[in-house]
């Protein structure tokens, strides 16, 4: 199902060059559908100011709570408005082999610029079958891992990562691990964004990682661009730990959709198994946006700490 | 689902004002899955020789042989690669209206610019029933509908027709209905496509017809291009009627694949229920092309009458 | 994917014996989900008043409105509750090769005890691609081929079905096109159903035809099974003209749809492209009813005319 | 979608009751479609042997690696075959609610006996989203919980459980948290099946646990059978430690794939990702038989090593 005419084919050194990937949140219609004109807003915020990527249906998009359809038209859709401003990599990772092959040719058939790739979770493998889950997809085109143990139950370890690292495709990973493992990477000449946003600041500027694949960046873009381009600022590092800290309480994308719901941004729809975060929180959630400064975030209604009935949770959709 | 980002969206007036529109044939490698090599080739050989827009995935492209999910991926596909530099036009409709409305949603998201909707065939409804069906995509976008009362079992009927083309999304009607039929509504100004090859050029000249959606202009867009664009051109259109009529023999796309694959343009590969022409017919396209010229069909490969083993007919993909 | 466990594997005579059959309705909730309790005390009302199989999910059953996940639970579900009182005969069918496959071996594989398949509507084929097609599903099981070239486009002529006659699998054909061909097919040995409700009394006793796989019967399936059982039953038949003449007069199960609305046994919920008959129409069904007397009717509540308002018309479901 | 007619519809009280319940092997034909001829053997062979009930699609029947319409056919062709043998539970589960809710209900419909249900992996959730994921399900049918911290990356706590266990339809948990939380919630009242086959000894007869939910009953059920029947057994149980340990040395199912294929009982034909141990492993394996006994192993033909060329791994299928 290859093809030669994937406009734009996006050479693997650059998505390498990327610093600033932000997994973008997918906001929902009240009937639970993909809410198109909100996600389109929130892609205008990120290129205006200075995400360079978006990740489509991450886990932070939800894409484990869409069918394959609509994960595939998202990325689609993304690159058909978006793709001349920004670059557009699709989660097209699965648990099984079979989706991830059918998703990733799919993706860049519509024009995905690179895929990010997730070792099996939950049924987990082998490292034999970990290294042959990947060998499946690396050949498509450009892709970044994806190691997040405590997620998926299960380390991608570095002699895996080293010995796909010899594709030409491979563009680096996202690693979850912390320093130790950026620097055992970045120190070998492999490509990592941080993913972890509390960490992303350090690991850029101390231990050779190239940028973040933020959560945070969703609602303050200006703001981590700023933590991955302008060089080491650890003052403002600081001045966000408050607002990363309140985001990952609980499991994400918890928190961060009812904070763009608070914003105004998105509609208060939930797909379940999410449900927004209690009144408390959301009270929090206020004081950081004024403690920041309501400038720095996404949107430009005031922030508000809603009621619970103003949510909407959908179960079937 | 709506989005006011799509790009290039298009106006009805820039639809209802294209001639030659060419149904494409998908290619298939030999496991049944899309060729989409092949298919860009197709593409660009239609842009080349003067085509202005393509139906993704209409009968003649086998739409009915689609996974909803392939049918938008090559929409969306087409669109990325190709949409600057042609119309594409999704056939999104289905006999379900369920069907219709997420294909059609789906495919304006990834960007197509116009829709093909067919009355629902098999199932059947009543008038009232196929307005109905009719109403729930016709505010997503540019509408092209189809009769083919021969394929679906059920004329849709001027006054159907007449009370939808109130809408401002109503681009035409591809219609198989003859010369009576075609003049009953140009004369109202509707805009009318003809579905029938054999019958297009009298129709665009003499009853008002705008063009042609077209499956002869797989093999011959440039000859094609003439009939549409320069006039009235009797001798021409006589010296295809021969080429035609070998098309439309078996129901098409049968003769189609078949003189695709015959000029080394797409692999011998059919998706069951359908199956190449049988050789004498084959033998029969070898003079039809020595005839109307080598040179005025795709593709520089020699035609080949090819032998019954060298098809590979699929029915798992 | 075969499995010689299949219980009560049917053997092709048993299908063969077969007089009523009913062409099931499938009733809907609100959200237009199946109504698996209403659904059950339609095929409970089917066992009590004699019909001896159910075609699930047939263009009456509306399979052309179900995604293939739905129609193969509902055979299953058919199976498990019923397999033991009733024949239970999955439309298996398809103008997709490759769905007709996969579905017909799902559907074996969930217990159904035989398969009916239709010729590839709409996208059609020719005599070898209709043979092609037939072949690639007549070895899963026991089989009835549906010939309705009002609905399909295209007659499968009897040289193809004398030809498919040969499988042991083969069962017999549901046929449409008038007594003339039940007779070629019944003098010749090969089983016949009528498909028009209205002929079939006279097929069965005058042309040789095995029974009916009815839509009436869905109404009156008492009155049906003395139609197929009694012997030549003429005033019988002539009494229930006017309710078939009735049932038939829009596009079937637009009417069966409505009508079992108004004998309260099913929500007023349709599927669109369907669309409930007009309320002249429906007041003319409580005069059927009474007439034949409401005692023959499926349900015991009292018919009613019902309001336009007290329907529900569902596009996404 | 609810139906009253559900046969031999199952009380929560008889599946508490179930003592060994084998999570069943998917086989494979070597297309990576079902064997379902296998499938059944090693069905007969369970309840020949003596186990209660079968999960199916559990993580060891590759659940995972389903599509859902073959997931659920394979629910309902369990029951068709085996349900008045044997209980038959679909692991229904998912991390996405809204399929979790879709699968339920066609399990249900099908007539699984009982539903698995695991707490949302990967995606993860807080305990909210949780509690609101078991409770859009619960509601349909007798349920079985599942936590596995090491595959979900969550675990579910012990106040999720006690709270849900309210519902009459709470059949128990299925628990690999170890002894400690075992009996922390039989001295509640709450039955417990045992996930790890090298503390279900223990933890039945020490412990409280009503049985266990077993890998290694695929290959030896009749003396886990003997396990969990005859009271406290520690020979056995001794004796069984080295099969036990060489099943979990790589992630489940890799093991029993690779040993299921060794004993000639299913092809040896994987789907990616999980691939086949590797060569000296598979020595180990003949050793083990060699000493627990061939006869207490399913199947009759001799016990192999297997080369590395018998395998076959299929990525699409």
Redesign the interface.
């Known amino acids: 199902?290859?093809?030669?005419?994937?406009?734009n084919r996006t050479k693997t050194k650059d998505i390498k060059a990327l610093r600033l990937i932000t997994a973008i949140k997918t906001p929902y219609?009240p009937?639970?559908?993909?809410?198109?004109?909100a996600?389109?807003d929130l892609?205008?915020l990120q290129i205006v100011q200075g995400a360079e990527a978006v990740i489509v249906g991450g886990?932070t998009g939800?894409g484990?709570?869409m069918s394959?359809?609509e994960h595939?038209?998202?990325i689609?859709?993304t690159?058909?408005?978006?793709?001349a401003s920004i670059k557009v990599i699709g989660n097209t990772g699965s648990?099984?082999?079979?989706e991830a092959?059918?998703a990733t040719e799919?993706g860049f058939?519509?024009?995905m610029h690179a895929a990010l790739h997730i070792n099996?979770?939950?049924?987990?493998?082998?490292i034999?079958?970990?290294i042959?889950?990947f060998e499946?997809v690396l050949p498509m085109g450009p892709t970044i891992l994806y190691n997040v143990?405590?997620?998926?139950?299960?380390d991608i370890p570095p002699s895996v990562v080293q010995s796909l690292a010899k594709s030409p495709n491979f563009a680096g990973i996202k690693e979850c691990m912390g320093h130790d493992r950026v620097k055992q990477y970045t120190s070998g000449g492999i490509v990592v964004w941080s993913g972890n946003d509390d960490e992303c600041h350090d690991s850029r500027w101390n231990f050779g990682a190239t940028g973040v694949i933020s959560v945070t960046s969703n609602l303050v873009p200006g703001l981590m661009r700023e933590l991955m381009f302008r060089g080491k600022y650890p003052s403002l590092n600081l001045k966000l730990m408050p607002l990363i800290k309140w985001l990952f309480e609980?499991?994400n994308p918890?928190a961060l959709n009812t904070a763009l719901a608070q914003l105004g941004v998105v509609r208060p729809v939930f797909?379940?198994?999410?449900?927004p975060?209690?009144h408390p929180k959301r009270v929090q959630f206020v004081k950081i946006v004024q403690e920041l400064g309501r400038e720095h975030f996404v949107g430009d209604k005031e922030v508000q700490a809603l009621d619970d009935d103003d949510f909407i949770?959908v179960?079937?959709?």
């Open positions: 199902m290859r093809s030669y005419e994937v406009k219609l009937d639970g559908r993909f809410d198109l004109e996600y389109d892609i205008n886990t939800e484990q709570l394959w359809d595939i038209m998202l689609g859709h690159v058909n408005c978006f793709g648990n099984s082999t079979r092959i059918h799919q058939a519509v024009g099996p979770y939950y049924g987990k493998t082998s034999n079958g970990m042959s889950h499946s143990p405590s997620r998926t139950g299960q609980e499991p918890i797909r379940l198994p999410y449900v975060l209690p949770l179960g079937r959709y």
